[in-house]
């Protein structure tokens, strides 16, 4: 159980493209979902908090019109990076919880590279 | 100062070495978490403990409150258990569920 599915898995995009990851949480309902970058040999750095129906919460840095979450259902979140460039290239994670307190499942990640 | 911190950052083992990796962190945490991120990225959740002890196949996470520390231990350990293991942290302070990272351990185990 907890499976949480990525989408896609590799992406090649060019510079000023938008692409957009989607994160599902495939056997439970996902009342919260968090999004994270991944820089090379670096730490996962929490992007956003996105809870079911409302907007997400950005961490300090991130900048909301570039990064678009959605948090449609409480199965699925989407990561729109608009306006991509090179600089954008990253390992992005995302993560699904049941509920408060609960543990957080992680998805397989979404390698991004902008050409 | 980070807020958690794993030692060694690297560990080199041959196979069936017994394996510690230390974490400590200086918040007030409601859970701190234990994941393992292979090489081809995948992060996995191995266990998320308040209080005590966690045992899993070969793995065992121990945590002292008190003390604000963690281990992970990998019993027997083989070539595929060679990962990078992350100790994070839910912290009291925030109010929220997010989630305070160490640097990871990178764990290489030689047949």
């Known amino acids: 159980g907890a499976v949480v599915s990525q989408h896609p898995s590799r992406v090649i995009c060019k510079s000023g493209t938008s692409v957009k990851i989607e994160c599902r949480s495939l056997?439970?309902?996902?009342?919260?979902m968090f999004w994270y970058r991944q820089f090379p040999k670096q730490s996962l750095m929490l992007m956003a908090t996105s809870n079911e129906g409302s907007k997400a919460t950005y961490e300090q840095g991130v900048e909301k019109d570039k990064f678009l979450i959605n948090h449609a259902s409480l199965t699925l979140s989407t990561l729109t990076v608009t306006s991509a460039h090179p600089e954008d290239s990253s390992f992005y994670i995302c993560?699904?919880?049941?509920?408060?307190?609960?543990?957080?499942?992680f998805g397989p990640g979404t390698r991004l590279t902008v050409t | 100062k980070n807020e958690v911190e794993q030692s060694p950052q690297n560990l080199t083992a041959q196979e069936g070495e017994f394996i510690t990796i230390n974490c400590s962190y200086s918040?007030?945490?409601?859970?701190l978490h234990w994941l393992q991120q292979h090489p081809g990225g995948g992060i996995v959740s191995l266990f998320m403990?308040?209080?005590g002890k966690k045992k899993h196949g070969r793995l065992i996470a121990t945590i002292n409150i008190q003390e604000k520390h963690s281990s992970l231990h990998i019993t027997a350990s083989h070539p595929r258990d060679s990962a990078v293991y992350i100790c994070?942290?839910?912290?009291?302070?925030?109010?929220?569920?997010?989630?305070?990272f160490g640097t990871g351990t990178r764990l290489q185990v030689f047949p």
């Open positions: 993560s699904a919880q049941r509920d408060k307190a609960y543990e957080q499942y």
């Open positions: 918040v007030g945490i409601s859970a």
């Open positions: 403990l308040s209080s």
């Open positions: 056997d439970f309902q996902a009342t919260t």
């Open positions: 994070a942290v839910r912290s009291k302070a925030y109010n929220t569920d997010k989630l305070i």
